[in-house]
């Protein structure tokens, strides 16, 4: 069973800057090399939204992000710490939202969260203007 822990939400400025951090635990070394990770977002009366997918670790990894969020916003990946990332930059009160990272067993990249296996419980982002 993987475990998520997710840190770093809070309230900032519109203009302003945060990083999640999505810790994992559980699984395998190995696996979570090959692990696919994202983030998704959900405002009230909202679905649950992609903002961030990274595939595998290494020179094959790739990335996709929302339109809403392409320029301002940075998924990484430390597989030494089994952590993702989210570098979230010139926020705007239209991200506010409770934000969820996902981890799924499958390496390719996934837009839908639908195909993620697992998930934090949640860091609520809240941007003011």
């Known amino acids: 069973q993987v475990l998520l822990d997710e840190s770093g939400g809070g309230l900032v400025q519109a203009g302003g800057s945060l990083r999640l951090s999505c810790a994992a635990s559980?699984?395998?070394?190995?696996?979570?090399?090959?692990?696919?990770m994202a983030w998704f977002r959900q405002a009230p009366g909202k679905e649950r939204d992609l903002v961030a997918a990274i595939t595998r670790s290494g020179l094959l990894s790739s990335t996709a992000y929302a339109d809403s969020v392409k320029g301002r916003f940075a998924i990484s990946r430390d597989s030494a710490r089994n952590t993702e990332y989210l570098q979230m930059n010139s926020l705007k009160p239209e991200d506010t939202a409770v934000y969820y990272c996902a981890v799924r067993e499958g390496s390719g990249l996934a837009t839908n969260a639908a195909l993620y296996d697992y998930w934090g419980q949640g860091t609520q982002v809240t941007v003011s203007s």
């Open positions: 559980g699984g395998t070394f190995s696996g979570f090399r090959s692990y696919g």
